[in-house]
């Protein structure tokens, strides 16, 4: 089955870090674009950053802008989100996913993994 699996979810105070990992299974990840995702109950999709493939240039949302940094070993066919100064609002299950480039839609993203929770809190 061709997916992600992301680890690295937990609970953590405000102001703290953790590190999101994003494994591809059954395929290589040298060749897509790789965006990492957040959802909370009752809301949609939100893009929170992407990383493309052939030049690693990056994207986020602004409201992580300065707090959060993507980056991909594709000798280990893993992306990463470094996550730090959490906030309550970072909050939310986190999902990764590939596309051919950084500028689609969330629905044209594939590979689809079961997600990791990010719960911060005091």
């Known amino acids: 089955q061709l997916q992600f699996v992301e680890s690295g979810g937990g609970l953590v105070q405000p102001g703290g870090s953790l590190r999101l990992s994003c494994a591809a299974s059954?395929?290589?990840?040298?060749?897509?674009?790789i965006g990492w995702f957040r959802q909370v109950p009752g809301r949609e999709h939100e893009g929170v950053s992407c990383?493309?493939?052939?030049?690693?240039?990056?994207y986020y949302a602004d409201s992580v802008k300065g707090r959060f940094t993507i980056s991909r070993d594709n000798a280990k066919n893993t992306v990463y989100l470094q996550m730090n100064n959490l906030r309550p609002a970072d909050s939310a299950v986190y999902y990764c996913?590939?596309?051919?480039?950084?500028?689609?839609?969330?629905?044209?993203?594939?590979?689809w993994g079961q997600g990791t929770q990010v719960t911060v809190s005091s």
């Open positions: 059954g395929f290589t990840l040298d060749d897509y674009a």
């Open positions: 990383i493309t493939s052939s030049e690693g240039d990056t």
């Open positions: 996913a590939a596309n051919e480039d950084c500028s689609g839609y969330v629905a044209q993203y594939e590979f």
